[in-house]
T-cell receptor, first 115, second 109 residues
């Protein structure tokens, strides 16, 4: 069994500020973890993923996430927010990469970027 | 680039109608999925398919069925649409991660 909790359904930051979106997971097997972004009226797009190996994962658009097994966390960060980062972000967990489509998704966090 | 195409971006249907949502992928992936997305509920898996003519129920299959007659096409069927099926529907295919279509926003009136 697996689950995902995204802390904070809405996060607001100023342009240029640090972005931190929180994700905690539970999984009975070693997890595969994903962050997706969804812009208005569009489908989801993969930002980054952790499968095995290096725990700090870099993705597109300057985002990165760190897998912390001891904390069961996979928080998403970006050093400096840009207006174009405003979107909804989803954290997801799956039991292995072949089950990525059967991922369990969090409820999403809407990121607002203020000028 | 993998392309997942959903036939409609917006649909408005009447209660009781039979509704077909079509999804086509161009990368010969075996695995395809239908999700429903609602505010505050994230994505919920309706049905998925690992191969042609094969299907399995996801977490919320009630009121839906699917068809996979060809590898590239995965259809979601609402047998008798109801207002509580008003939602955003997302199709996805899978290689090493999930690739999503642009979504179909269905309104049932």
């Amino acid at each position: 069994a697996q689950s995902v909790t995204q802390l904070g359904s809405h996060v607001s930051v100023s342009e240029g500020a640090l972005v931190l979106l929180r994700c905690n997971y539970s999984s009975s097997v070693p997890p595969y973890l994903f962050w997706y972004v969804q812009y208005p009226n569009q489908g989801l797009q993969l930002l980054l993923k952790y499968t095995t190996g290096a725990t700090l994962v870099k993705g597109i658009n300057g985002f990165e996430a760190e897998f912390k097994k001891s904390e069961t966390s996979f928080h998403l960060t970006k050093p400096s927010a840009h207006m174009s980062d405003a979107a909804e972000y989803f954290c997801a967990v799956s039991a292995g990469v072949t089950n990525a489509g059967k991922s369990t998704f969090g409820d999403g966090t809407t990121l607002t970027v203020k000028p | 680039d993998v392309k997942v195409t959903q036939s409609s971006r917006y649909l408005v249907k009447r209660t009781g109608e039979k509704v077909f949502l079509e999804c086509v992928q161009d990368m010969d992936h075996e695995n395809m999925f239908w999700y429903r997305q609602d505010p505050g509920l994230g994505l919920r898996l309706i049905y998925f398919s690992y191969d042609v003519k094969m299907k399995e129920k996801g977490d919320i299959p009630e009121g839906y069925s699917v068809s996979r007659e060809k590898k590239e096409r995965f259809s979601l069927i609402l047998e008798s649409a109801s207002t509580n099926q008003t939602s955003m529907y997302l199709c996805a295919t899978l290689y090493t991660e999930a690739f999503f279509g642009q979504g179909t926003r269905l309104t049932v009136v």
